[in-house]
Nanobody, 114 residues
């Protein structure tokens, strides 16, 4: 059974940092494109960042502040978020996709507030 489990969310002050993790299980995701998406209340889910074997892609809102990485040996995806802003508040989802396969985690809440 494939599972993606996010962790690392929480409440942080503006300007602070958080590191999200996504532990994948049930199969190897080495060849998959993995990514982070987020959904704020009343808004559509949007891309934050993706990573394949050799490249990364970031939403404009994440460039220069967020960094996505993966550890294939641990089947784990990370998102380092720095200089957080209130508008980064959202439920953050982990995603893994390849061919017809598309998996989502349950999400971890990130709240940026003073």
């Amino acid at each position: 059974q494939v599972q993606l489990v996010e962790s690392g969310g929480g409440l942080v002050q503006p300007g602070g940092s958080l590191r999200l993790s996504c532990a994948a299980s049930g199969r190897s995701f080495t060849g998959y494109t993995m990514g982070w998406y987020r959904q704020a209340p009343g808004k559509q889910r949007e891309l934050v960042a993706t990573i394949t074997s050799g490249s990364t892609n970031y939403a404009d809102s994440a460039k220069g502040r967020f960094s996505i990485s993966r550890d294939n040996a641990k089947n784990t995806l990370y998102l380092q978020m720095n200089s957080l802003k209130p508008e980064d508040t959202a439920l953050y989802y982990c995603n893994a996709r390849w061919s017809v396969y598309n998996y989502w985690g349950q999400g971890t809440q990130v709240t940026v507030s003073s």
